[in-house]
């Protein structure tokens, strides 16, 4: 393993059981076949086991982010706990190098009938710090959790927000060389969320390395340079964190399960990608300013106009057009469709070709964004997307003041004089 690399995974692959009995009967097996010295082949599958996780191979640089995203039963969390030491591989190898902290379970090791002082030092010892280091920073881990008045109180009688606190505040102040995050940051309230961000990152530029599972994308995409996409514990695709979950939302856009066959998924790292089920086409598309010419270029509240041209494959009773406007780091800054907008759609024909246009004034501030533009047919069973084209295009918005945010709210000003 190079010196660089702090983790590295080569052709991991880990296996369970899908019944009790199974594991009973299997447990029992193995191990009388260790004790006389014979293998218990985990490189094959037995009646009712499955490979949770399947042929993984990765590695992650000093200092580097890596995200895993996936929808729920994919591999992510075993994938972790492989790389924390709770589960071992049935097959493959995994290296780690460097100081590791895992946030996999906030407060695991806590005993409810002990003060929060006491299991402050039990759980920094569990994560690897000796007394000295926790005597030094015990100030600093109780205000981080803003327990000072409870600190001294059995932890079963802390709220489920305290006990949040005050394990990720003793899990953060271990200062590792690698973090291992799994869904840590969706629990507290906003503001303890924002503080452990802000914690996070400070580790991070420092040279901390960090793999991190959420199903919080605009999170996965803040924080990790690149990201991995689970599907049915295989990995899928990797690349940088945009790529990966626009990969993912047209999957999950679409029959929500991995295709057999998706090469315009896999050359999502070009950013624009198409996406659907089929059953009609964009054909084209373009943007205009409010003289009607053809451009990227705009200011701040002045409009814009999206026009695309559909040929239709087959008719669809209720078509629903829509658009998703995302800034140049993929979060989301508007969505709407004809449906949300409460618009009549006429009924398209089989062959028939319609040109769709949508104009709106542009509250946004300076900025690079980019437009996802969706035709879906609306049926018994909700949206079903028949085409998209993931950041089909960019656009440039500019400003006349230099007002900061999101958003332009264009305030008016008044002055006057008390009396």
Known sequence: ?????????????????????????????????NMVSLSSQPETLREGEFWAVNDISFELKRGGTLGLIGPNGSGKSTMLKMLNGIFMPDKGKIEIKGRVSALIEVGAGFHPMLTGR???YINGTILG??????????????????LDDFIDAPVKHYSSGMYVRLGFAVAIHTEPDILIMDEILAVGDAAFQNKCFTKLRKHLENGASLVFVSHNLTSV???????MLFFGG????????????????????TTGKW????????????????????????????LVDEKGLKTKNFFTGKKLKLILNISFEKTVQTPVYGLTIKDKDGHDIYMTDTLRLNKEVSPVSSGQKVSVEMEFKLPLIANTYFITPVISELGNDGHVCLDGIFDATEFLVMQENTSLGIVNFSPEVKFSTIK
């Open 129 to 146: 710090m000796s007394k000295k280091e926790i005597d030094k920073k015990f100030d600093q881990i109780v205000d981080f959790a803003e």
């Open 1 to 33: 393993m190079n010196d660089d690399v702090v983790i590295q995974a080569t052709h991991v692959s880990k296996k369970f059981c899908r019944s009790l009995k199974h594991v009973m009967f299997y447990g029992a097996k193995d191990i009388s076949r």
């Open 234 to 253: 295989e990995l899928k695709f990797m690349g940088v964190s945009n790529a990966a979950v626009n990969v993912y939302k047209g999957i999950l856009s």
């Open 221 to 227: 995409m803040d924080i990790c340079q690149e990201s």
């Open 259 to 286: 295709p057999d066959s998706a090469p315009d998924f896999l050359r999502s790292a070009q950013r624009a990608y198409r996406f659907g089920v089929g059953g009609a086409k964009i054909d084209a598309f373009c």
């Open 118 to 120: 006491e299991n402050v």
